[in-house]
């Protein structure tokens, strides 16, 4: 059974930085594509990033370039996001999602709650 | 940017009926990569349609996926109960992916 979990929620202060992880189980972490996906409360989704099997091709929307690293380690099965310069308009569930095309699975998410 | 609209906003039907969801694309869909999710309060996402009509894994089969280019239909032939909650439709042929807005799906 495939299973994604999310960890290292919480809340920050504008201009904070924090970093969500995602350990995933069930299937060969190494073999897929791996990505992030948020939802700002009451809101709809939007797609942040996406990291390729190896880790070397990155893709992200605009709206965080420069600010949010994808990342993962293939030996521990684990996912990570790294959140710099974090603004209010980054408050949101973020789900760690398998695919890159579309989202076969989903983690239950990760609460990222950015305010003074 | 693909951007994607879905109508209606909110669709209120009886256990039964049927529903049609629409998804339309600001331009073409390139080979109708187009997905549906279904998401309940509380929940994450749940996949049902990929390829604009291939059902995921244990998708029952009263959800049905068509269109090509910019159009895209959602259907729930027989409403049930447990169908209550909001769709979303989102476009991966192109960069950045994109999702709908969504449809919420009330039971009379």
């Known amino acids: 059974e495939v299973q994604l979990v999310e960890s290292g929620g919480g809340l920050v202060q504008p201009g904070g930085s924090l970093r969500i992880s995602c350990a995933a189980s069930?299937?060969?972490?190494?073999?897929?594509?791996m990505s992030w996906v948020r939802q700002a409360p009451g809101k709809g989704l939007e797609w942040v990033a996406s990291?390729?099997?190896?880790?070397?091709?990155?893709n992200y929307v605009d709206s965080v370039k420069g600010r949010f690293t994808i990342s993962r380690d293939n030996a521990q099965s684990s996912l990570s996001l790294q959140m710099n310069s974090l603004r209010v308009d980054d408050t949101a569930i973020y789900y760690c999602?398998?695919?890159?095309?579309?989202?076969?699975?989903w983690g239950q998410g990760a609460l990222v709650t950015v305010s003074s | 940017e693909i951007v994607l609209t879905q109508s209606p906003g909110t669709l209120s039907l009886s256990p039964g009926e049927r529903a049609s969801l629409s998804c339309r694309a600001s331009?073409?869909?390139?080979?109708?990569?187009l997905a549906w999710y279904q998401q309940k309060p509380g929940q994450a996402p749940r996949l049902l349609i990929y390829?604009?009509?291939t059902r995921a894994t244990g998708i029952p089969d009263r959800f049905s996926g068509s269109g090509s280019g910019t159009d895209f239909t959602l259907t729930i032939s027989r409403l049930e109960p447990e169908d209550c909650a909001v769709y979303y439709c989102?476009?991966?042929?192109?960069?950045?992916?994109?999702f709908g807005q969504g449809t919420k799906v009330e039971i009379k």
């Open positions: 069930g299937f060969i972490f190494s073999n897929y594509w």
């Open positions: 990291i390729e099997k190896g880790g070397y091709e990155k």
């Open positions: 989102q476009q991966y042929g192109s960069l950045p992916r994109t």
């Open positions: 331009q073409s869909v390139t080979s109708s990569n």
């Open positions: 390829g604009a009509s």
């Open positions: 999602a398998y695919g890159v095309w579309f989202f076969n699975y």
